[in-house]
T-cell receptor, first 107, second 113 residues
Framework: GQQVQQSPASLVLQEGENAELQCNFSTSLNSMQWFYQRPGGSLVSLFYNPSGTKHSGRLTSTTVIKERRSSLHISSSQTTDSGTYLCALDSNNRIFFGDGTQLVVKP | DTTVKQNPRYKLARVGKPVNLICSQTMNHDTMYWYQKKPNQAPKLLLFYYDKILNREADTFEKFQSSRPNNSFCSLYIGSAGLEYSAMYLC????????????FGPGTRLLVL
């Protein structure tokens, strides 16, 4: 079965709105990493977050191991936030990616 | 310099011909990875080197080879390309094991005809 479930699959926002992206995992966690990919671009690491909450500008990542979930919160979204957001779970020396959330922020 | 470099950025190959992709980093990272990414799919880990030890995923074991002649370089080799190999190939590195942050290169877009 799939180790990482990412939701929503797609999201459309008006500029200024907030977004909450989720990853749920079904196996043991060593670390969780969140990535951003522009259309046609390479992956950019946003957070490496094995547990707890981390902030970076308008982004916040929270990983709760007991509940087997990690979230990425985007506040006051901008059109330049549009792209694909991926979570990646490292579990016992294997890496599992979620299917991604396609985010579109409209002006 | 925290960049991971990949060459070439675009590659056109014929079915049945070999393909060699190159990745380099100067961060003295112990671990280097290769991923395959197809449109609308999550990146798929193909293999990774931890120092000189190569780990290959079970379902891609026979399809991809790799070498790491020194700490900075890592190659991905396809002996006989098939149409299904057309994809973006992403290289990444991390300082220690794969529990550390991975830094990704810009990718090589491979098209097999």
């Amino acid at each position: 079965g799939q180790q990482v479930q990412q939701s929503p699959a797609s999201l459309v926002l008006q500029e200024g709105e907030n977004a909450e992206l989720q990853c749920n995992f079904s196996t043991s966690l060593n670390s969780m990493q969140w990535f951003y990919q522009r259309p046609g671009g390479s992956l950019v690491s946003l957070f490496y977050n094995p547990s707890g909450t981390k902030h970076s500008g308008r982004l916040t990542s929270t990983t709760v191991i007991k509940e087997r979930r990690s979230s990425l919160h985007i506040s006051s979204s901008q059109t330049t936030d549009s792209g694909t957001y991926l979570c990646a779970l490292d579990s016992n020396n294997r890496i599992f990616f979620g299917d991604g959330t396609q985010l579109v922020v409209k002006p | 310099d925290t960049t991971v470099k990949q060459n070439p950025r675009y590659k056109l190959a014929r079915v049945g011909k070999p393909v060699n992709l190159i990745c380099s980093q100067t961060m003295n990272h112990d671990t280097m990875y290769w991923y395959q990414k197809k449109p609308n799919q999550a990146p798929k880990l193909l293999l990774f080197y931890y120092d000189k030890i190569l780990n290959r995923e079970a379902d891609t074991f026979e399809k991809f080879q790799s070498s790491r002649p020194n700490n900075s370089f890592c190659s991905l080799y396809i002996g006989s390309a098939g149409l299904e190999y057309s994809a973006m190939y992403l290289c990444a590195s991390s300082k220690g094991s794969n529990q550390d942050t991975q830094y990704f290169g810009p990718g090589t877009r491979l098209l097999v005809l």
